[in-house]
């Protein structure tokens, strides 16, 4: 598997410290609540454990980056035949 999307040509691989910075930025509006440290990992669980997850981090359903839609309290998994969380 190549480690650069076919659409753009830039890799898919997202670091930790990134995705760090995309949530603050997502959540500097207030409009969104984080998930308990526990619900949080529980998800993560769930979702390492899934076979539609892509590159350690990306959801196959909806191409979501999975460490930030687990944080976010509102979120739910995407997956439309049974969501794991």
């Not at 959540?27 to 619900?39: H, I, N, P, Q, V």
Request: hydrophobic share 30%; with cysteine; charged share 30%.
């Amino acid at each position: 598997m190549s480690n650069q999307c076919k659409g753009c040509r830039a890799s898919v691989r997202v670091s930790e410290e990134s995705i760090k910075k995309l949530l603050e930025d997502i959540l500097r509006d207030g409009s969104l609540t984080l998930a308990s440290e526990d619900d949080y990992i529980a998800r993560l669980s769930h979702c390492r454990d899934c076979p539609n997850l892509d590159y350690g981090t990306t959801c196959r359903f909806c191409g979501c980056l999975v460490p930030i839609r687990a944080r976010i309290s509102e979120k739910h998994c995407p997956d439309p035949g049974e969501a794991k969380w």
